[in-house]
């Protein structure tokens, strides 16, 4: 299969209603994010991802198939919690999220960013140095997780974080897969 004809004849989308392991495949909703540098959050040249509706577990059993599907895909070091409530970025790694209940609003990209509701079923890769917060929600689960394993750090915008964290950001390759299909990262992160 000539896979750029294929994601240029049916978009993203097209490459998960292939995948049998994407339990929602034809109802799932791709929306990618672009932001720019606000002079405290750098953000990134990738696309932050929203996987809508990706997988049809909740609760326990989709926090453990999340786990299980992202280090199948070489994405681990994982937890479960929620999204902290203030603007935050990783400079060391970029980060997927995956939502196996309740649901929230988050600001994605810094104060000058886009609010966007998540709910269980959806899954958000972040590249490094995006900023995300949450602002509030309902019994919000999450299983975040990072390419390789790598460890991740906290930055807030404040002063003194930067050219580090920059430096960081710079240096990181892009991801060998995606963490929900196992597949080449998107072409918004490799002809970034």
């Known amino acids: 299969m000539n896979r750029k004809k294929f994601l240029s004849t049916f978009g993203l ?15 799932m909703e791709i929306k990618q994010f672009h932001f720019k540098d606000d002079g405290k959050i ?24 999340l786990e299980d599907t992202f280090a199948a895909n070489n994405w681990t070091n994982s937890w479960r919690n929620g999204i902290y409530d203030f603007h ?11 939502v196996y209940s309740g649901a929230a609003l988050v600001h994605l990209g810094g104060e000058q960013g ?13 590249p490094a140095g995006v900023g995300h917060k949450n602002l509030g929600g309902s019994n919000l689960g999450i299983v975040g997780a990072y390419p390789d394993g790598r460890s991740w750090d906290i930055n807030k915008g404040l002063d003194g974080e930067r050219p580090a964290a920059d430096k960081n950001i710079a240096a990181l390759p892009i991801p060998e897969a995606d963490p929900l299909s196992g597949k080449e990262m ?3 992160w490799t002809n970034a």
Not at 44 to 61: D, G, H, I, Q, W
Not at 90 to 96: A, D, F, L, Q, R
Request: glycine share 6%.
């Open 13 to 27: 989308a097209g490459l998960f209603l292939a995948l049998p392991k994407v339990a929602n495949a034809k109802q």
């Open 88 to 98: 935050h970025y990783h400079s060391t790694s970029h980060e997927v999220l995956g």
């Open 114 to 126: 886009e609010k966007v509701n998540i709910e269980a079923g959806d899954i958000i890769i972040i």
């Open 42 to 65: 750098p953000n990134s040249k990738y696309s932050l991802l929203v996987y809508k509706n990706a997988f049809s577990e909740r609760n326990t059993a989709g926090a453990k198939w």
């Open 186 to 188: 998107p072409e918004s």
